[in-house]
């Protein structure tokens, strides 16, 4: 489906790392960004066990806790060395596997898998940020990518100043 799509565009989604050429299609530019890693794995840890309002449970999240357990914030977790929070935890390889791949090495945690992430950051990603610093993600976005992403910081600077117009006054 990808390499049918229009020359330039740009397809966003949460996927690992594809090889392209190992199919003869051309490699396509990927940029990502990801989330500080101790924030990443304190977000997933509420999310596993809670999800979003509104949205069906996971196998995770359905997973029988009781009150006590429910209320565990993820301090308490990592303190009393709990599975949800430790390197064996169910988000702990998620962000290797993502730059990885869908190689057989990428499927388990392992020194390997996170060498071709390096490896795949450094030959295939264009540009790789930081959520936490969004700002200057945009800004090396204008500069590597300019027919997209052109004005894109001028862009989030005018909704942050909306937002912050619509909230009501202190006092």
């Known amino acids: 489906m990808i390499h049918k799509l229009p020359t330039p565009s740009i397809y966003e989604r949460h996927i690992f790392y ?96 996170v060498e071709v992430a390096k490896e795949n950051i450094r030959r295939h990603y264009a540009v790789v940020g930081v959520l936490e610093e969004f700002s200057s993600f945009l800004k090396v976005l204008e500069v590597v990518m300019p027919q997209f992403f052109r004005g894109a910081q001028d862009k989030w600077r005018e909704i942050g100043r909306d937002e912050e117009d619509e909230r009501p006054e202190n006092g």
Not at 57 to 62: E, N, S, V
Not at 94 to 102: A, N
């Open 18 to 113: 594809v090889d392209f050429q190992q199919f003869g299609l051309q490699q396509p530019m990927y940029i990502n960004l990801v989330r500080d890693p101790l924030e990443h794995r304190i977000t997933g840890y509420y999310y596993m066990r809670f999800g979003r309002v509104g949205q069906n449970l996971t196998a995770y999240q359905k997973h029988r806790r009781t009150d006590e357990q429910k209320a565990q914030t993820f301090d308490e977790c990592v303190f009393k060395k709990g599975w949800e929070c430790s390197d064996k935890g169910p988000l702990a390889f998620l962000m290797t596997q993502f730059f990885c791949g869908h190689d057989d090495i990428c499927m388990k945690p392992s020194q390997a898998a």
